[in-house]
């Protein structure tokens, strides 16, 4: 299987931040990488997909980047709004994996 | 606007089998481009793909569950549903179901459901 490693697990921030969370695959996954967001009681959302393609209706303060075993989920300008848990997923080969998450949390 | 709504009981016995539908509204189940998933999460950890159905009936499962998993689809009813055997304690976990979308030669997750509480406890 797969690995995926998000860092850091928490990450205190304020609204108006500029954030970045890393996410690492155990192998080369190519941009087989999409992020999603998740609230506490709620299902996940797409986020990202193809590793920086934005899904439909999500603020474009929200950017991905990254190939291979390296991405970053960056988000521009934090709002209220975004604190959550971001996860990182492999979709390269099945069993598709996710990352242990990271909590974005108030400062 | 395609809803997704996970249905099965919400407590279980060990070494019982469990059973979910999840019923697919505003769109298709056999639409060609989309794959059906279950995923899990049990408290306070990460996510785990637990298989896929695609409308003809294909499935693909996670190597460490598939011993004991079951996916099947109805397209009479717009359903997908899993049977999961020899419950433990450890499948204890929130379950969602989810439509994977193919786009850019990439699969992902788009539409998901609500998710619903299995507990494993006798």
């Known amino acids: 299987d797969i690995q995926m490693t998000q860092s850091p697990s928490s990450l205190p921030a304020s609204v108006g931040d500029r954030v970045t969370i890393t996410c690492r695959a155990s192998?080369?996954?190519?941009?087989?990488l999409n992020w999603y967001q998740q609230k506490p009681g709620e299902a996940p959302k797409l986020l990202i997909y193809?590793?920086?393609a934005l899904h439909s209706g999500v603020p474009s303060r929200f950017s991905g980047s990254g190939s291979g075993t390296d991405f970053i989920l960056t988000i521009s300008s934090l709002q209220s709004e975004d604190f959550a848990t971001y996860s990182c997923?492999?979709?390269?080969?099945?069993?598709?994996?996710f990352g242990q998450g990271t909590k974005l949390e108030i400062k | 606007q395609v809803v997704l709504q996970e249905s099965g009981p919400g407590l279980v016995k060990p070494s019982q089998t469990l059973s979910l539908t999840c019923a697919v509204s505003?769109?298709?189940?056999?639409?060609?481009?989309?794959?059906w998933s279950w995923i899990r999460q049990a408290a306070g950890k990460g996510l785990e793909w637990i298989g896929r159905?695609?409308?003809?009936?294909?499935?693909t499962y996670n190597p460490s569950l598939e011993r004991r998993i079951t996916m099947s689809v109805d397209t009479s009813k717009n359903q997908f549903s899993l049977n999961l055997n020899s419950l433990t304690t450890a499948d204890t976990a929130v379950y969602y179901c989810?439509?994977?979308?193919?786009?850019?030669?990439?699969?992902?997750?788009?539409?998901w459901g609500r998710g619903t509480l299995v507990t494993v406890s006798s």
């Open positions: 989810a439509r994977g979308q193919w786009e850019q030669l990439i699969w992902f997750f788009d539409v």
């Open positions: 505003g769109g298709s189940i056999s639409e060609s481009n989309y794959y």
């Open positions: 159905v695609y409308f003809t009936g294909k499935t």
């Open positions: 192998q080369n996954i190519r941009s087989h």
């Open positions: 193809a590793a920086s």
């Open positions: 997923q492999q979709s390269y080969s099945t069993p598709y994996t």
